[in-house]
């Protein structure tokens, strides 16, 4: 139907019989079945249909009307303008009650297929509204929406509560929990949903043992879990935890490591599950992740899953982690959409990086893997398809942020070390990492890492070490000199040109004179006499040295 078409009416009197109410909502249906193609009828005209759908539910002669009722209302959930001007808590309570989300914990006992239905028929309405609505995220402050949720999850076991219908409580409080920061606290302390979305996963990951495979549902399930779970711990990574929350919090990343190592069928789906851990864990404190270095659960592998030790340390986990970097790195390896790479790059570095400052076994396992030994040198750091040389293109991305980011894993990979790290990414991708460090006249000794892993360079990389260029990482083929043929006037007449250019960028403000400070970054100099000030101070002292070092 085109925009421009009119749209069919919904005349729907109290006086309709249940099978005449139930055929004009199911044609009402049909014919806005596209979430797109929405209602363009008048307010009034929507709010007077709205009144009225609300009337039948509450009518207990209507029940075997229900799910059409809760689906043409979910036509209208769509219009943001509209249920901003009308929704109350009338319309809530009545969802909320269809949807069994209450504090009474039997109206979801005993679920047949129709109730099954027509709670996620209300489901739908609901998390539509609380995805859009603002003032229905106000009302759900002080309603039954949290504390009926929190109480249902407490009896989804007993009552055998399909992942589907537990997957949609889920988002209604990802929803709530995600716009309204000051719910958190009162779901995380007053309902202990910590506590209860951990068992929530536990009985779902038991469904693994049983069966060949996690259905798509379940899948789900886990998913919206994980992504309450990350709004409810936001700021943990600096919280000053007490001894019962930490010891949850490392349940959880107990479960993280069996949910990243899961068998899993469905590739995209082993992805999204491994992407909302490694969300997740971006909320962590390094101490709180001994697990995912501990023997797994084999129960949840597939039987061609080999255990991968080292150092006497667990890797799998860390292994899946690695692949999921070396995935979002090949999916975003040119993108120059800003927002996409920092989505799909940022959490999973500052995973890795800040799981390579907490485990020795981990840094040492990720630097044989990202940072092997050099062997070829004729080719740049950035050139290739190892996860190498993909880290090292973002070094210079125009994205700052992940720029910095992918920088800092790589030299917490080095142990810190300036010449390593430059040797492995060539001088001037490290360039900015050393400048913002204080790093540019060279490394300043700290005791944070042992001296036990070395890196230890390979014949081909001594055999050729002096004709590598540091600031490019690699050995340059011979060029031809740009200055062959051309007389003395010819070369003074191109150094004047080029010192005129330079001379109006900075006059232009393009580039500064810049030199080391005492700090190791740099700074700007006003003056050229500034730098030769530098350079016969340095002079001076090479003399004083010299004299003090005599035998004389």
């Known amino acids: 139907m085109s925009p421009s078409a009119e749209q069919e009416k919904l005349d729907i009197p109290i006086s309709l019989s249940n099978e005449e109410l139930s055929e004009k909502l199911l044609s009402f249906s049909n014919q806005f079945v596209s979430p797109i193609n929405l209602v363009k009828w008048e307010f009034s005209q929507q709010k007077e249909v709205i009144n009225l759908l609300v009337e039948f539910l509450k009518d207990e002669s209507r029940t075997a009307c229900y799910v059409h009722i809760l689906q043409a209302f979910k036509i209208f959930t769509r219009n943001k303008q509209l249920f901003e001007s009308i929704i109350n808590d009338e319309i809530l309570d009545e969802l909320l009650k269809q949807a069994g989300i209450s504090n009474d914990t039997s109206v979801r006992k005993d679920l047949t297929p129709e109730k099954a239905a027509k709670i996620k028929e209300a489901q739908r309405c609901l998390s539509n509204i609380y995805l859009q609505c603002h003032r229905a995220q106000d009302f759900a402050l002080n309603n039954d929406t949290l504390s009926g949720i929190m109480q249902q999850t407490t009896m989804y076991r007993e009552y055998k509560i399909p992942p589907v219908i537990i997957s949609f409580d889920i988002k209604i409080l990802f929803l709530i929990t995600a716009q309204r920061t000051e719910s958190r606290t009162v779901v995380v302390v007053e309902y ?12 779902l990951l038991e469904n693994a043992k049983t069966s060949s495979d996690l259905s798509e549902d379940e899948i789900v399930a886990i998913c919206d879990i994980l992504k309450a779970l990350f709004n409810l711990t936001c700021g943990y990574e600096e919280k000053d935890c007490d001894e019962e929350e930490t010891s949850l919090l490392v349940k959880i990343c107990k479960i993280i490591q069996t949910l990243i190592i899961v068998k899993v069928s469905n590739v995209d789906r082993k992805t999204s599950i491994v992407s909302n851990c490694v969300n997740l864990l971006t909320n962590y ?16 592998a597939t039987e061609d899953l080999q255990e991968v030790e080292y150092d006497g340390k667990n890797m799998n986990a860390p292994q899946i982690l690695m692949d999921f970097l070396d995935h979002n790195l090949t999916k975003t390896d040119g993108n ?48 290739g398809n190892t996860i190498k040389n993909k880290m090292c293109r973002l070094l210079t991305t125009p994205d700052t942020r992940v720029g ?76 031809k000199s740009p200055f062959e043929g051309m007389t003395e006037e010819q070369k003074e007449y191109e150094a004047n040109q080029l010192a005129n250019l330079i001379h109006q960028l900075h006059e232009l403000g393009a580039i500064k004179p810049g030199k080391i400070g005492p700090d190791g970054k740099p700074i700007a100099v006003e003056h050229i006499l500034e730098l030769t000030a530098d350079e016969n101070s340095d002079r001076i002292t090479e003399q004083n040295d010299g004299e003090e070092d005599s035998d004389d």
Not at 287 to 293: K, N, Q, S, V
Request: proline share 6%; glycine share 6%; with cysteine.
């Open 192 to 203: 202990r949903a910590l506590s209860r979305l951990t068992n929530i996963l536990e009985n």
């Open 285 to 300: 404190q390094g101490e709180w992740t001994h697990p995912l270095i501990e023997p797994f659960d084999k129960a949840f």
């Open 336 to 383: 120059k959409a800003h927002g996409a790479l920092r989505e799909n790059m940022a959490p999973i570095l500052k995973v890795i990086t800040m799981l390579s400052l907490t485990h020795r076994n981990f840094r040492k396992y990720l630097r044989l893997q990202i940072l092997p030994p050099i062997r070829d040198v004729s080719t740049r750091p950035e050139v």
């Open 404 to 479: 910095s980011m992918v920088a800092e894993c790589l030299f917490i990979l080095c142990k810190e070390k300036v010449g390593r790290f430059v040797k492995h990414t060539g001088y001037g991708n490290a360039a900015g990492l050393l400048a913002r460090r204080g790093l540019m006249l060279g490394e300043r000794v700290e005791a944070k890492y042992s001296g036990s892993d070395t890196d230890s360079d390979t014949e081909e990389y001594c055999a050729n070490a002096h004709m590598i260029n540091p600031v490019t990482g690699h050995v340059e083929p011979p060029r």
